[in-house]
């Protein structure tokens, strides 16, 4: 079975850029989450969204943003780039929304890393 | 507000002792937690997870202590191999006043064991 792809790995953006990163969700799974990660500040949420529909956000500017297609595929955007945006993000998938059954282990993907110059 | 921290940045264990790892977490309402564990240039990885109306559960060679008095997670490795080094992070599941969940995630503890 298929983990979770996310696709670029890596990439370098300049300030005013943006970004379009995208994740395959292990078959099956309806729920895909986005997270941020820096050095220090751990994994940030940024928003879940299942069965096509944004469920959850996190405290980020409308700078961030995202979308799942029919086939739970999810792509999330970044808009106008900020040197603070240089993180590795995170995509996760679940078969569930998160706290559906106050449980649910989620599935990471390896991580885009983005860097802003 | 909620936070979900670690009392040590980095542990260094000797080969085959025992680790512990401890996280505090402030949202006593939370009721799920689980521990990842996240290798360099990879993607966090489940470990184990534990219900608050639990005080232990074990794994292979895993264990997760629950104290819900004082908000206090922690997670037991038993016999530290090298495969264990890696950064371990814990996580809450809370709940949004509009009635939904996310999981926070705390900063991480980096566990070296040394040979």
Known sequence: ?117 | GESVGLHLPTLSVQEGDNSIINCAYSNSASDYFIWYKQESGKGPQFIIDIRSNMDKRQGQRVTVLLNKTVKHLSLQIAATQPGDSAVYFCADLARFTSGTYKYIFGTGTRLKVLA
């Open chain 1, 1 to 117: 079975k298929a983990g979770v792809t996310q696709t670029p790995r890596y990439l370098i953006k300049t300030r005013g850029q943006q970004v379009t990163l995208s994740c395959s969700p292990i078959s099956g799974h309806r729920s895909v989450s986005w997270y941020q990660q820096t050095p220090g500040q751990g994994l940030q949420f940024l928003f879940e969204y299942f069965s096509e529909t944004q469920r959850n956000k996190g405290n980020f500017p409308g700078r961030f943003s995202g979308r799942q297609f029919s086939n739970s595929r999810s792509e999330m955007n970044v808009s106008t780039l900020e040197l603070g945006d240089s993180a590795l993000y995170l995509c996760a998938s679940s078969l569930r929304l998160a706290g559906y059954t106050n449980t649910g282990e989620l599935f990471f993907g390896e991580g885009s890393r983005l860097t802003v110059l």
